[in-house]
């Protein structure tokens, strides 16, 4: 499947943890969906997944939501990067960082996992971090207590839904930039 992007979505399955900081990877892939008008995801690699073209002669992509828990996605990102034969420079994980303030939004390729449980699960499932990640910044509380820090993350954000709305574009705008560097260096 040369040429494929597969985007990832991190996040948690269920109500429980809809609209949470760490469900804004869930968030900004359903984003791209929508915008790339993909099909209804389909169930397999213990996950959700879409493919498409971002637009008519665009990349080819799929947008991968694993329907495991965050600290448990590597073993759906994994068989489905296996399957669909997509190195880890092609992978475009989407997801929260604590150590960007609320409302940023970086990307980078590679680098450590830095605590985040979904990024060390991708690390064993696929045996690399040499993938892209969209990062979106929903801010760090004021302690390095990990009880207080997994609240913060596993919290309904405290911004206003303007601005949550607008880290999603702005993460989803970056990652439409990213995948067509990504497959521009097909040409």
């Known amino acids: 499947m040369a040429g494929l992007v597969l985007i990832v979505g991190l996040g948690n399955p269920g109500r429980r943890y809809a609209n949470t900081r760490h469900n804004i990877g869930f968030e900004v892939a359903a984003e791209l969906a929508r915008r790339w008008e993909l099909p209804k995801a389909k169930r397999k690699y213990r ?3 879409a493919e498409g073209r971002t637009r008519p002669g665009g990349p080819r ?3 991968l ?5 965050m600290n448990e996605s590597g073993e759906s990102v ?3 990067r296996g399957q669909l034969r997509v190195p880890p420079d092609r992978i475009v994980v989407l997801h929260d960082e ?3 303030p609320f409302g ?3 990307s980078k390729l590679g680098g450590g996992v830095a605590g985040h449980n979904g990024l060390k699960s991708l690390e064993r499932g696929l045996g690399s971090t040499d993938f892209w990640r969209v990062r979106a910044g929903v801010g760090r509380p004021d302690s390095t207590d990990p009880e207080i820090v997994s609240s913060h993350v596993l919290g309904r954000f405290d911004e206003s839904e303007e601005e949550v709305r607008a880290l999603i574009e702005e993460a989803a705008d970056e990652t439409e930039r ?3 560097r990504i497959a521009a260096g097909d040409d």
């Open 98 to 100: 604590i150590d960007l």
């Open 65 to 69: 939501l694993p329907q495991t828990y």
């Open 78 to 80: 994994g068989p489905a």
């Open 61 to 63: 992509v799929a947008i």
């Open 47 to 49: 996950g959700l997944i």
């Open 104 to 106: 940023e939004v970086r």
């Open 178 to 180: 990213l995948t067509d």
